[in-house]
């Protein structure tokens, strides 16, 4: 199987000695046959078991399996086992052969598991593989948070895995998220509670999150009421990169900047900001404190970055509210820093970008309100700078929601992955067109993929500039 010339460096080396290692001793101690065998031999059932730090796993085998296992990483949530993304998917994939298997990950922790998910993820892969046999071939496949613990994977699975599909990935990490979440919190609170002191970082509970999301969110509904208002949310929707097609809508038109502003509105009264408040908790409780800031933020320079910028100069027009006022506003109070441990400590557990081991096919609405399909561009730019971009193919689905993928569309991003593990070549299998043609071959519910390239994450920061706690 052809894979990065990464394999060559001593570290993978010794990886692939372990693996095999691993290998032989799962190979004497079963009963099964062969991974030949098995292809054309019942084996099938349903397994779970639990790690040593507690996690569990399950395991699902068709009685004809094909000889792949699908390790799936699931998203941010209660710290459950699971091995699909959809109960139609796995349904789908068993019907077609594969294993699928996936852990829990360390459920004592913060439901923002990355200091377990890819020790765990490797783990369930050694206890499956001893019961039920060796693969012919493992994929990893990830949706959400698991979409960054995908890249993380793909980045150290040499040896391990042969290749990657990420869904959805959350695969700006930890960090850039946080930050970006903390510019249009903390609009929200300067320019529509002024003078309120709003706790943004450094939750001590969930409770605390929560609070703080009731106040944003009852700020937002108020001033929904007023153009002024409704200006300052869409800059803060734009600091948020958040979408401007909402479920159930027709999509705005590029310069229907009310209508634009009314759909991001909607996401806002949907509870996306609940979502961001209990999410940043539990961040900070797995890094061990606030990795974001921003003091030295220049947020005029910020929204220059940003695709929504005509719509929020538009707005600001209408209303006769000045821009440059407000901004100026946000830039002088901006004295947020972070906690040099804790931005440490997501540095090394929840990014991902820094190399890839094998080849990672990432798949993306292009409205996603909870993971902005801009952070693909982050990821994409951060994997060329390591050397690996040719391992690296992104696709887009026209649809509004986050990980709204039909099944078709998961399992034909799966077979072109297949195809490049195979060949060693992308070829032509993960353009839109070839993959819309696969989608809907298959019969199932449909497809949307097409030709879409994502704009720049507005984050504003490569990195803290002495982020002390103050």
């Not at 294993?99 to 459920?107: E, I, N, R």
């Not at 997501?346 to 081991?357: I, K």
Request: net charge negative; proline share 5%; aromatic share 6%.
């Amino acid at each position: 199987m052809p894979v990065s010339t990464r394999l060559r460096t001593p570290r993978a080396r010794l990886r692939i000695a372990l693996a095999a290692l691993v290998t032989l001793a799962s190979a004497a101690l079963t009963t099964l046959p062969s991974p030949a065998a098995q292809a054309d031999s019942p084996v099938g059932g349903h397994l779970t078991g639990t790690l040593s730090d507690g996690a569990t796993w399950v395991a699902d085998v068709p009685e004809r399996w094909n000889g792949t296992l699908l390790l799936f990483s699931h998203g941010f949530g209660p710290t459950v086992a699971n091995n699909a993304p959809t109960d139609a998917v796995r349904a789908e994939l068993l019907a077609e052969g594969y294993a699928m298997a996936g852990s829990s990950y360390d459920p004592h922790g913060s439901m923002w598991a990355l200091n377990s998910a890819e020790r765990d993820q490797f783990a369930t892969l050694d206890a499956v593989t001893a019961q039920i046999g060796t693969p012919r071939r493992t994929l990893a496949m990830g949706t959400s948070m698991g979409g960054l613990v995908n890249a993380q994977l793909a980045r150290d699975g040499g040896g391990r895995i042969d290749g990657a599909l990420g869904q959805c990935g959350l695969v700006a990490g930890g960090t850039d998220l946080d930050n970006y979440q903390l510019d249009a919190e903390y609009t929200i609170a300067r320019l529509l509670l002024p003078g309120q002191d709003v706790k943004l970082v450094r939750f001590g509970s969930s409770a605390e999150a929560s609070a703080t999301a009731d106040l944003l969110t009852k700020a937002v509904t108020a001033a929904q009421n007023t153009p002024q208002g409704r200006a300052r949310i869409a800059l803060a929707a734009a600091f948020l990169n958040l979408p401007t097609w909402a479920p159930g809508k027709d999509r705005p038109a590029p310069t229907d900047w009310a209508g634009q502003e009314e759909q991001q509105y909607d996401w806002f009264a949907q509870g996306i900001l609940s979502f961001v408040e209990g999410g940043r908790y539990a961040v900070e409780l797995s890094v061990g404190g606030n990795n974001s800031w921003n003091r030295g933020v220049d947020h005029a320079r910020l929204l220059a970055g940003s695709a929504h910028a005509p719509q929020v100069h538009a707005l600001y027009r209408a209303a006769g509210l000045d821009l440059r006022a407000d901004l100026r506003t946000l830039t002088e109070g901006a004295t947020i820093t972070a906690d040099p441990a804790a931005v440490r400590t997501a540095q090394r557990t929840s990014s991902a970008g820094q190399g890839l081991e094998v080849p990672l096919l990432d798949i993306h609405t292009t409205a996603d309100n909870l993971v902005p399909v801009e952070q693909e561009n982050r990821f994409a730019a951060r994997v060329r700078a390591s050397g690996d971009g040719a391992l690296l193919r992104q696709a887009f689905v026209e649809r509004q929601g986050h990980c709204t993928f039909t099944t078709a569309e998961t399992v034909a991003a799966l077979h072109a992955l297949e195809h490049r593990v195979s060949t060693g070549h992308w070829d032509d299998v993960a353009t839109p067109a070839a993959l819309q043609r696969s989608a809907t071959a298959l019969g199932l519910d449909g497809a949307a993929y097409v030709p879409y390239r994502p704009a720049q994450l507005t984050v504003g920061r490569d990195r803290p500039a002495h982020p002390t706690h103050g």
